[in-house]
């Protein structure tokens, strides 16, 4: 509820980390590293918003994008989801770089900014969730003997 009342994954930290260790039983050490590395490089669903809304945009301004295009615009969304802090909003400057580079006008980020805040609460849940999914099986593969050593 909260990464979803505050669309970021950094104010959302502290009780991802006190969920992590009081009702998911990850090791602090664990828990403290993998989710504030996670807070902030693990974005995922920012980069999957940022792909799907340049390629919507593109669309919409009809401008064709090769494959070459595409390819480019998946890595830039990919390499936007790890640079891109944890805070609300925090990805519209970003898109509006892909925008450009592809040839699509940046004012184009208007058409998408009446429903962006919603969008933001969803995909700060995406990357909260994911952080403790990945904290919880680095955490599980500590406990066994044999495994990473």
Known sequence: ??????S????????TLQAAREELKIPRAVGDFVLTV???ANQNGT????????LFLAQFFGVHLSFGQQVMVVLW????GVGTAGVPGGS?????????????????????LG???????????VNVGGDLVIAACVGASEEQPGVGA
């Open 115 to 125: 429903v962006d805040r919603l969008l933001d609460m969803s995909r700060t849940v």
């Open 38 to 40: 996670g807070a902030t």
């Open 1 to 6: 509820m909260t990464a979803f009342a505050t």
């Open 47 to 54: 980069a999957l918003y940022e792909g799907v809304t340049v």
């Open 92 to 112: 519209l400057p970003l898109i509006v770089v892909v925008l450009q580079n592809i040839g699509v006008p940046g004012e184009a980020i208007g058409i998408i």
């Open 8 to 15: 970021s994954s950094s104010a959302t930290l502290p009780l």
């Open 77 to 80: 969304s990919v390499m936007a």
